[in-house]
């Protein structure tokens, strides 16, 4: 009867804990959904503005028809509130830019077309797509080869920011001398030169804004536009950057070289660098050993010692628009 008694006891004791933890849980529910009306205001969210127009290689693109509108606009969005990938672009910006500018005014290509590799690859030298471009401009293995390009095994110069960039003028030169509008041109390096003539041939109409493509290549050149509008001032945007944010550019030694080197990692201590640091300012250089296949010189890029280490205080905006103080 006492163990009985003692059994009663204990399971009336589960009980009252079950119904008080039961109780428990659901007034702490309850204040959990009553309770929004305490919660702190959430951080505003806001759309970018949109300019009226805006030039792309001296072309004004008018923006206030609806649908050209909502098409900037959608881009816009992206850009502002992908945030860590724009910062990226920003920062990266700083260091590429002042390389391939250069080149592309050599080869009289629109400045603007700077927009076109920062969208294709969000400016990240070793880019590489899922359907085999790759680099700073996302160029196809038989295009690159068709202008140019080393690409083998051991080597893939789609990945020389030099060399790629060259192969990229040449092609945009082609291209404009079939489209003669660079807008075109634009539109046509994601879609081929052969779809853009045909489209534009079916459809009756002579700029990109008003032809109808599919989904990706509609959003490229308004993902342009978009890229344009950023560098033009990221602080309309929402990006508060500062100089010491960017990434700086950096400086190399050049070595010319005509041989094979069996081994990377030691040659890299012979010219007093890692293989890591080789690595990174030639990723060109695919494997731990570079062929000589072609019987050509390299150039091989060393980077300065003045370069190994950040100094905020000598970082220096390459558009002095970027950035705010």
Known sequence: MKTSSNCIKLTLLFFSLLLTSSFTFAKITTLNIDSNHDQQTPAKVVSPIIPQEITFCDRVIDLTRFDVRERIDRELLAFSYMHSS?????????????????????????EDFIYLMAIESNIDEKAQSSAGAGGLWQI?????????????????????????????????KDSYAQNHDWSLVALAYNAGNGRISK????????????????SETSRYLFRILACKILFTSPSKMGFQVRDSDLYPPLEYDIVRWSTTIP??????????????????????????????????????????????????????AYDNQWTID
């Not at 724009?86 to 005014?105: C, D, G, V």
Request: net charge positive.
């Open 199 to 214: 489209e534009l041939k079916f459809q009756g109409v002579e700029n990109p804004e008003d032809l109808y493509l599919v």
């Open 263 to 316: 081994d990377l990692a030691q040659w890299a201590k012979q010219h007093d660098t890692t293989y890591r640091l080789l690595k990174l300012a030639n990723p060109w250089m695919l494997e731990r050993e570079m062929q000589d296949n072609s019987h050509k010189e390299y150039q091989i890029k060393i980077i300065k010692k003045t370069s190994l280490h950040y100094d905020p205080n000598q970082t220096k």
């Open 86 to 110: 724009t910062f990226q672009i920003i920062k990266r910006a700083n260091r590429y830019f002042p390389l391939i500018s250069p080149i592309l005014k050599e080869f009289n290509i629109p």
């Open 140 to 172: 196809m293995k038989s295009t690159g080869k068709d202008y140019g390009l080393e690409i083998n095994r051991n080597i893939d110069e789609r990945f020389n920011l030099e060399k790629a960039t060259i192969a990229a003028c040449k092609y945009l």
